[in-house]
């Protein structure tokens, strides 16, 4: 543990040092996000966080090839080599939409590319985790784990709206995620916690806090199209990499942890973003738009327009995916007669709040 903790404090420190530098070379380019209509914010903020970001992504990647406790990940280099070479093309591609702005069919291309090549290097769909029906067919094993690498790049940057909230949520559903997948390694080899998913997570989770602070409310630099499609690359990576473990070890699964965890965890990390995502499509194909077209119609819009303030609908959208993700991971370890209702009456609660200012302007007769 304390070697994946090292690494997520160096990812951190890398991420806040760097940032500032990012954000003095942004605005001499210029590289900002300006006044739209549906936007929050109400001056020009520059962008290219996420390469802060990727930076702390990456020089703990490359402290923790030197780290003998996690030899086991880089025994076999490709899946490694493969993130490497996705995150590349996350850079070069997210770099080039925050400068021009790309039309979205190039944007999705650059994301199906980078997903390609997690894929074409080993981490990939090798069996439906419902039921472990096996993925026998190397093109569906492909074309699963890029569509499943793609949605989740969108759905992160679909949620980014508000200052703070990716990566805030990022960090909630990483931790968790993080938690399980170290816990779950442990129980597996009681010899080698070495894990590529496990490792994946606390980068990321180091990352995304280390640029937190610059990117509160009021923010002063924004992830941009790096920093989302990065969460996004490395979150749904480790989802996939952590089924692939538990389908290898049949008797595992069902002796250890809930058969259906796998598939739960990562939705649940995942649930506001991926919940954002579904709303957008089918409201903007309801009204004859394009999918990737922009509007004011996200969770975060909703709760703004409806009288929470910035700081306030951000604090919500967190507790939702706090009580949903840490929910989740609780029941592999507590009995789910007692989870259960505590999260029905948590969820309750925030569904109350999350109402609130429609209650009362209801119960004052306004419209």
Same mark, same amino acid.
């Given at each position: %543990? ?11 420190? !890398? ?24 936007? !929050? ?81 080993? !981490? ?8 472990? /029906? ?21 759905? /992160?940057?679909?949620? =980014? ?17 993080? /938690? ?7 129980? /597996?080899?009681?010899? =080698? ?41 490395? %979150? ?68 703004? =327009? ?28 507590? =009995? ?6 505590? %999260? ?24």
């Amino acid at each position: %543990m304390r070697a994946y903790l090292l690494l997520l404090v160096l990812s951190a420190l !890398v991420s806040f040092a760097l940032t500032p530098a990012v954000r003095v070379l942004a605005l001499r380019g210029r590289v900002y996000t300006p006044r739209r209509q549906r936007d !929050v914010h109400r001056q020009p903020v520059p962008k290219l966080g996420g390469v802060a970001m990727l930076a702390g992504v990456l020089a703990a990647l490359g402290v923790g090839a030197m780290v003998p406790f996690l030899g086991g990940i880089f025994t076999d280099p490709v899946p490694v080599r493969g993130v490497l070479l996705a995150l590349a093309v996350v850079l070069v591609m997210g770099v080039a939409d925050d400068l021009w702005d790309l039309h979205w069919s190039l944007k999705l291309s650059g994301q199906v590319a980078a997903a390609g090549l997690v894929a074409l290097h080993g !981490v990939r769909v090798e069996a439906m985790p419902v039921g472990w /029906i096996p993925v026998g067919s190397e093109p569906l094993q492909l074309g699963l784990t890029v569509f499943i690498l793609v949605l989740t790049m969108n759905a /992160i940057n679909f949620v =980014d709206g508000l200052d703070g909230l990716a990566a805030g949520v990022a960090v909630i559903g990483g931790s968790a995620f993080f /938690i399980y997948s170290y816990l779950l390694t442990r129980t /597996i080899n009681q010899f =080698d916690y070495s894990n590529l998913a496990t490792l994946l997570m606390a980068v990321l989770v180091g990352s995304c806090l280390g640029f937190l602070p610059h990117n509160l409310n009021p923010a002063r630099i924004f992830m941009g199209e790096v920093g989302a499609m990065v969460i996004g690359l490395l %979150m749904a990576t480790a989802a996939i990499a952590v089924t692939a473990d538990l389908g290898a070890l049949a008797g595992f699964r069902f002796r250890n942890v809930p058969a259906y965890m796998p598939v739960l965890l990562p939705i649940a990390v995942m649930a506001l973003p991926l919940a954002d995502l579904a709303l957008a499509v089918v409201r903007r194909t309801a009204r004859g738009a394009s999918p990737f077209s922009a509007d004011r119609g996200h969770l975060h819009h909703k709760l703004v =327009d409806g009288g929470y303030t910035h700081r306030q609908a951000v604090l919500l959208l967190y507790l939702w995916t706090f009580l949903i993700a840490y929910g989740v991971v609780s029941l592999n370890f507590l =009995d789910w007669r007692l989870v259960l209702p505590v %999260m029905a009456a948590l969820l309750l609660g925030a569904g109350y709040l999350t109402l609130h200012p429609w209650v009362h302007r209801s119960r004052r007769g306004s419209p």
